[in-house]
């Protein structure tokens, strides 16, 4: 059984590999679409980043905003 933790990084990370495979595909039609494509691989990039410190955080007791 998977912990909430480890599931929301596997599906972050499937997102993440969709996405850069229609990029890699040529499925974007043209610039502004390419561009929504990778603000969105770079929103989840930095959303995965934040749910680590924060998950590390209440697991350790530590205090997230040094870490961010």
């Known amino acids: 059984r998977m912990d909430l933790w480890t599931q929301i990084n596997k599906t972050i ?3 993440i590999d969709n996405l850069t495979v229609s990029l890699i595909a040529g499925q ?4 502004s679409n390419y561009s929504k494509v990778v603000g969105n691989i770079k929103g989840l990039q930095d959303a995965k980043e934040i749910l680590r410190v ?5 697991t350790e007791g530590d205090d997230y905003d040094d870490d961010y």
């Open 13 to 15: 990370d499937e997102t």
């Open 28 to 31: 974007v039609e043209d610039y």
């Open 54 to 58: 924060v998950v590390k955080a209440r």
